[in-house]
């Protein structure tokens, strides 16, 4: 016999849902986004708010944006930010190296192969001049040093004079 006189499995009372503690309040007219009853961000192609409570994107200040962005990066972006950090920290040791007395200055070009700056392979671009292709330092000899092209290729990116004849 079937006992048809059993409450069901799922609960019949009323509940309510209920926001975390930590978790404040939205609205959608305090989202970065929100411009003139249409979302501005990129990624609803709609162009229809979907509502605060339903973005994945919803920020009320650049700052959270922001924080927002970062902690979505994959590990190949994180990986090309450092990459980019490091090459920024190069900067002031590549002008320190355009300035300085150095005795590489007197040898010729082609006895160079690795960067004085980074220590990565140097590869010949024109005449005498040759490039590191992972911190972009140029290295060239003086007599090739005020040729147009050369002066086209190296614009204002510091540059290590060689070949100088010794006082």
């Known amino acids: 016999m079937v006992e048809n006189n059993r409450l069901p499995d799922t609960p019949w009372h009323v509940g309510y849902a209920k926001k975390q503690e930590d978790d ?7 989202c970065i986004h929100y411009r003139d009853g249409q979302c501005g961000w990129k990624a609803n192609y709609s162009g229809k708010c979907l509502g605060s409570s339903h973005c994945m994107d919803y920020s009320e200040s650049l700052e959270d944006f922001k924080k927002l962005q970062e902690s979505r990066k994959t590990a190949e972006q994180i990986e090309r930010d450092n990459i980019d ?11 320190q190296l355009e300035r300085s007395n150095n005795p590489y200055k007197y040898r010729k ?20 001049l040759k490039r590191c292709r992972y911190c972009g330092m140029f290295y060239v000899d003086i007599d090739d040093s005020t040729r147009d092209e050369i002066m086209d290729i190296v614009k204002a990116d510091p540059i290590f004079v060689m070949n100088i004849k010794r006082k």
């Open 109 to 128: 070009c082609s006895e160079l192969n690795r960067c004085l700056v980074c220590d990565e392979h140097l590869y010949k671009e024109k005449y005498s």
């Open 85 to 95: 950090k490091y090459k920024k920290s190069l900067e002031p040791k590549k002008e």
């Open 24 to 30: 404040p309040r939205r609205h959608k007219a305090r």
